[in-house]
């Protein structure tokens, strides 16, 4: 199974199974990326994390499923349009964001709401960014 590592700006690392099949066949970005977060107040707990733009065409994730905002799980990574999105809670945006290429694994949940949770703090209260790093393991 393949699988994506999140490593947020408090040290704490999590771990997703990728589960897009037309996603986990060709690898959209570098094998590390650096992310800058954003998280809109009227989202819900849903963070936009982008990266400098690929030279390379990143693949259309079109026809794959983008299900609503509000039927997303805690946990679920979603990727569209090369921005990685972080579901940690309920969503209250109406309309589809990018289909889900992810989950957190049930082991790194907890750890994994708290971390952003703290990027939200950071970006609200403290009016500064959060950077998240994203890498590929294998097995």
Known sequence: MEKIRITFPNGDTVHAALTGTPFRQEWPMPAVEKLICSHALS???LIGAFGRPSQEPVKDTAG??????GQLQRGDILFGGGAWWLCYGKCTVPDSIAPVVGSVVEADLEKYEAACREIWIQYYHHRTMSVIEIAREEG
């Open 43 to 45: 989202s819900g707990c």
């Open 64 to 69: 794959e499923k983008e299900p609503a905002a």
